[in-house]
């Protein structure tokens, strides 16, 4: 796939890849970089495009269009919480175990 962009674009592209490559510590391929970019700004939209307030609304609305979906979409989301409470738990447990070895 070939995507056209106007010159300043690019070059603001290639200038902002400096903080990008700062922030992940390392250096990223170009296009590695252009993807995240892209990725990062079409979640920015789709953020923008949902008014606050109306998160439910479109939740509902995603529900009777495609229940099937969202409510494997929902479990899993319910799941990976519960995995990682579960975690913390652990963790925390662990803490304290080792705070009686050491007590």
Do not use: H
């Amino acid at each position: 796939m070939e995507v056209e962009l106007d010159d300043e674009l690019y070059e603001r592209l290639e200038v902002f890849k400096k903080i990008y490559d700062t922030v992940v510590e390392e250096e990223a391929d170009f296009e590695e970089f252009v993807n995240c970019v892209v990725s990062f700004g079409l979640d920015k939209m789709l953020r923008d495009a949902i008014p606050e307030g109306e998160e439910w609304t479109t939740i509902q609305g995603m529900f009777k269009d495609n229940p099937e979906y969202i409510t494997d979409f929902v479990s899993d989301v319910w799941k990976e919480l519960k995995e990682g409470q579960e975690a913390k738990e652990r963790t925390r447990e662990e803490i304290e175990k080792t705070r009686k070895y050491i007590g």
